[in-house]
């Protein structure tokens, strides 16, 4: 008998995502894609799927794989807010005036689907929630006066390694010591508290308060005058940088595409995108060919929705962040896909000082 002789055997791993069931295929790597509210509908496709989208895993993973723009919170000066939604079959959230919090509000700044808000009364604490589950948390009483209009900025950046959020709140504010400078308060959920930083910035600039932007662990603020005043969180330095708002009348905004700082300008055609290319230019010797900042995207707009420069308060450029660009015009909202090249009206526009805020239709745990 030869023993060497043996009939072929396959040996098939039965695990292997080929011999999957297709509604197993679509629940481990397409559900985790989609926003919120979908998937929130999606619980009523059979019980297998309800109970995985319910856990607090799926809700983890959720949050380091959708990560769109879906829509804005809108808030007039002394109104409740209301939802603006790109796309309503898809991005939505239960409760767009907050009254899940504990008193009325005022959305400050948001990041990756966690939204900052700051209370009326009292002291006018701070509080982290994520709208789509209705979780918050009260923030402890910061340690220095913010003023009425604080020039904030949210920081969470989901991790595969952090099952509850972590985040930083970053303030800029006046300094009570010093005439003309500004002084740095951080707040990080991992400390718990509040920690004004020793840096300071001198100079006689007014900072835009809602203007503030997160890149690369650096804080960027529109500054009074065509400049940017910039932060870096690791090293806890400032400096200024000359932002190329001339020409604009006010009508441009910071934002971050594709891991870089851009600032989006409308112009009589329609919109140019720079982003930002040396940040040291300004260091460099006379006549240096480096510049500042470069063309990422020009588009145009036909017709216009801009108003000529002496009529900049019918128009403006209110967002501009990943693929997004928000504008009004003619009293009404509209929104600029990059991608699709599509412009779409996705509201009336009632008050010019409201305040925009982003979403991301992420069901982040806090």
Request: charged fraction near 20%; hydrophobic fraction near 35%.
């Given at each position: 008998?030869?023993?060497?002789?043996r009939?072929?055997?396959v040996?098939v791993?039965k695990?292997s995502?080929?011999y999957?069931?297709?509604?197993?295929?679509?629940?481990?790597?397409?559900?985790?894609?989609?926003?919120?509210?979908s998937?929130?509908?999606?619980?009523g496709?059979?019980?297998?799927w309800?109970l995985?989208?319910?856990t607090?895993f799926?809700a983890?993973?959720q949050?380091n794989?959708?990560?769109?723009i879906?829509?804005f919170?809108?808030q007039s000066?002394a109104d409740p807010?209301s939802f603006i939604s790109l796309?309503r079959?898809?991005?939505?959230?239960?409760?767009?005036?907050l009254?899940?919090?504990p008193e009325p509000?005022d959305?400050?700044?948001s990041?990756n689907?966690?939204?900052?808000c700051?209370?009326?009364?009292?002291?006018?604490?701070?509080y982290?929630?994520n709208?789509?589950t209705?979780?918050?948390?009260?923030?402890p009483?910061?340690n220095?006066?913010h003023?009425s209009?604080?020039a904030?900025?949210?920081?969470?950046?989901?991790s595969l390694l952090?099952?509850?959020a972590?985040y930083?709140l970053?303030?800029?504010?006046p300094?009570?010591?010093?005439?003309?400078g500004?002084?740095?308060?951080?707040y990080?959920?991992?400390?718990?508290?509040?920690?004004?930083?020793g840096e300071?910035y001198?100079?006689n600039?007014t900072?835009?308060p809602?203007?503030?932007?997160?890149?690369?662990d650096?804080?960027?603020?529109q500054?009074?005058?065509?400049?940017?005043?910039?932060f870096?969180?690791?090293?806890?330095?400032t400096q200024?940088?000359?932002?190329d708002f001339?020409?604009?009348?006010?009508?441009?905004?910071?934002g971050?595409m594709?891991?870089k700082l851009?600032?989006t300008?409308?112009q009589s055609?329609?919109l140019t995108?720079?982003v930002?290319?040396?940040?040291?230019?300004?260091t460099?010797e006379?006549?240096?060919?480096?510049?500042t900042w470069?063309?990422k995207h020009q588009?145009?707009?036909?017709p216009s929705p801009?108003a000529p420069?002496a009529d900049?308060?019918?128009?403006n450029?209110m967002?501009a962040s990943?693929?997004?660009?928000?504008f009004r015009?003619?009293?009404k909202?509209?929104?600029y896909n990059?991608?699709t090249?599509?412009?779409q009206?996705?509201g009336?526009?009632f008050?010019?000082?409201?305040r925009?805020?982003?979403?991301?239709?992420?069901?982040?745990e806090?």
């Amino acid at each position: 008998m030869d023993r060497g002789r043996r009939a072929n055997q396959v040996l098939v791993n039965k695990n292997s995502k080929i011999y999957m069931d297709l509604k197993d295929i679509v629940r481990d790597h397409a559900l985790p894609y989609l926003p919120a509210k979908s998937l929130f509908r999606f619980t009523g496709v059979c019980r297998d799927w309800k109970l995985d989208i319910l856990t607090p895993f799926f809700a983890h993973k959720q949050s380091n794989c959708f990560s769109d723009i879906s829509g804005f919170f809108y808030q007039s000066r002394a109104d409740p807010s209301s939802f603006i939604s790109l796309d309503r079959n898809a991005y939505g959230v239960p409760d767009p005036c907050l009254k899940f919090l504990p008193e009325p509000v005022d959305i400050r700044t948001s990041s990756n689907g966690l939204l900052c808000c700051q209370g009326r009364d009292g002291y006018k604490a701070y509080y982290i929630c994520n709208p789509v589950t209705k979780k918050w948390k009260q923030l402890p009483k910061a340690n220095a006066d913010h003023g009425s209009d604080p020039a904030i900025v949210l920081i969470f950046e989901p991790s595969l390694l952090n099952f509850v959020a972590e985040y930083k709140l970053v303030c800029a504010f006046p300094s009570v010591d010093f005439d003309n400078g500004y002084e740095f308060e951080i707040y990080s959920s991992k400390e718990g508290s509040w920690r004004v930083s020793g840096e300071i910035y001198f100079g006689n600039k007014t900072l835009v308060p809602r203007s503030g932007v997160h890149v690369n662990d650096i804080v960027y603020w529109q500054a009074m005058g065509s400049q940017i005043l910039v932060f870096d969180l690791k090293m806890e330095r400032t400096q200024l940088l000359y932002g190329d708002f001339y020409g604009t009348g006010g009508c441009a905004a910071l934002g971050l595409m594709d891991g870089k700082l851009c600032l989006t300008k409308a112009q009589s055609s329609g919109l140019t995108v720079n982003v930002l290319s040396n940040a040291y230019t300004n260091t460099m010797e006379m006549n240096s060919k480096a510049r500042t900042w470069k063309t990422k995207h020009q588009i145009t707009l036909s017709p216009s929705p801009f108003a000529p420069a002496a009529d900049r308060l019918s128009s403006n450029i209110m967002f501009a962040s990943g693929n997004v660009v928000l504008f009004r015009s003619g009293g009404k909202i509209y929104s600029y896909n990059l991608k699709t090249k599509e412009t779409q009206c996705v509201g009336d526009e009632f008050d010019y000082d409201a305040r925009i805020v982003s979403h991301v239709n992420s069901l982040v745990e806090i």
